[in-house]
Nanobody, 121 residues
């Protein structure tokens, strides 16, 4: 089986920074796209940033310039560096990865348990 474990959330003042990490473990053959989503109370889950295995990235317009996604393929880990945080960034942040396990011929989407990010004004 596969697990995605997130860390790095917390409470920060507006203008501050946080770095989220998400490590994948288990019977992994290959990890393709990885990404971060967020869900604020009463709102739908939305894509924040995504990164391909080769390093191509895309961002939601609301976080461009302020957030940076990166990955370490050797560690099966994806990061989200969040700078200049705003109260509207407050949400539960979820890690997602497309993973092919050793006993499968295709990849499946896996999710982390979520980590709370709260930005105070």
């Amino acid at each position: 089986q596969v697990q995605l474990v997130e860390s790095g959330g917390g409470l920060v003042q507006a203008g501050g920074s946080l770095r989220l990490s998400c490590a994948a473990s288990g019977s992994i053959f290959s990890i393709y796209a990885m990404g971060w989503y967020r869900q604020a109370p009463g709102k739908q889950r939305e894509l924040v940033a995504a990164i391909s295995r080769g390093g191509s990235t895309n961002y939601a317009d609301s976080v461009k310039v302020r957030f940076t996604i990166s990955r370490d393929n050797a560690k099966n880990t994806v990061y989200l560096q969040m700078n200049s945080l705003k109260p509207e960034d407050t949400a539960v942040y979820y890690c997602n990865a497309q993973i092919q396990t050793r006993n499968s011929g295709r990849s499946y989407s896996y999710w982390g348990q979520g980590t709370q990010v709260t930005v105070s004004s």
